[in-house]
């Protein structure tokens, strides 16, 4: 499968998962439950982690990654102590299924969401702990919910993926973000969310700037940008194997048949222009 297709689909889904995480009705459910809707993350990490069942802490930022071991530790065990991951997960999907109907034109999603089934079904879970844990999770029957998973288990099964590149690499959760951060993937402000120190950042620079991979300002050196392109690199390759099981024409299929969707989350206004993810640099 063409690297490119790889990430022209993950360009296409990433909006339709990451509308759960900013779409009103998904405050409305979370705070149903009980938690604090007056920032993001306690809910946040209630969504993201209960597939993988009540965790602590060292668990949830050993698959997050890129998250301070410190900021996980303020929300979980703590989410599970509000709602219990079977409840949170029941949520979502009403969630999921309320901004959707407001948003999409949920009708005509039928084709789409069964190419989008087979491609995640295809996925393998051996190594990646979040895309397995949503793997195990009973598929919903409307196609839109359908969809949604789909997009869910690709973008976990991408992104577990992506922490194997980085291992490979030599890049330590903080380092990962520093690193992209020096080619330019978004502002250092956006990756502060992540919740390292500016002790930490300054510390993972330095680590960086000894490696020859970012200069004194902070900036990737030639070393650098050519290690975060090798990451990306391996990442698409990790990430090829559903969208090969599928096929190219039926992959193609589903591209053509997401356009609209796509064009309702990003219009939205919900999603944040920038992200710690690149979208729309790399």
């Known amino acids: 499968m ?17 509308l759960h995480y900013y779409a009103p009705e998904a405050f409305e459910e979370a705070a149903a439950l009980g938690y604090d809707t007056g920032e993001r993350w306690p809910a946040y990490f209630a969504w993201r982690a209960a597939p993988l069942g009540p965790v602590g802490p060292a ?8 998250f301070s071991p410190a900021m996980v530790a303020r929300y979980v065990p703590a989410a599970w ?13 009403r969630g999921v299924d309320r901004s959707y109907r407001g948003l999409l034109d949920v009708t005509g999603l039928d084709e789409a ?21 949503h793997a195990e999770l009973d598929w919903a029957d ?3 919910l359908v969809l949604w998973q789909a997009a869910t288990l690709l973008r976990e099964h991408r992104g577990d993926g992506h922490v194997a590149a980085l291992l490979a690499a030599g890049l330590d959760p903080v380092e990962a973000l520093v690193s992209f951060a020096a080619v330019g993937a978004a502002p250092e402000s956006v990756f502060a969310s992540r919740g390292w120190s500016e002790e930490e950042w300054a510390a993972a620079r330095e680590r960086l700037a000894g490696r020859g991979l970012v200069d004194a300002e902070g900036t990737a050196t030639p070393a650098g940008r ?7 690199r391996r990442t698409d390759e990790l990430a090829a194997a559903p969208w090969a099981a599928l096929g190219p024409d039926a992959t193609a299929r ?15 206004g919900l999603l944040p222009s920038e ?4 979208i729309g640099k790399i």
Do not use: C, K
């Not at 050519?226 to 990306?232: F, G, I, K, S, T």
């Not at 589903?254 to 939205?268: F, K, N, R, Y």
């Open 2 to 18: 063409d690297t490119a297709r790889t990430r022209q689909m993950w360009h296409l889904l990433e909006p339709l998962h990451a």
């Open 59 to 66: 668990r949830v930022a050993s698959a997050f990654y890129s």
């Open 81 to 93: 102590e509000t709602a219990t991951p079977g409840a949170v997960l029941a949520a979502r999907l």
């Open 113 to 133: 969401a069964g190419l989008a089934r087979r491609a995640a079904e295809a996925a393998g879970t051996a190594g990646r702990p979040l895309a397995a844990a």
């Open 142 to 144: 409307a196609p839109h």
């Open 226 to 232: 050519e290690l975060r392109a090798e990451v990306e």
């Open 254 to 268: 589903l591209a053509e048949l997401l356009g609209g969707p796509w064009l309702a989350a990003i219009g939205s």
């Open 275 to 278: 992200n710690t993810l690149g």
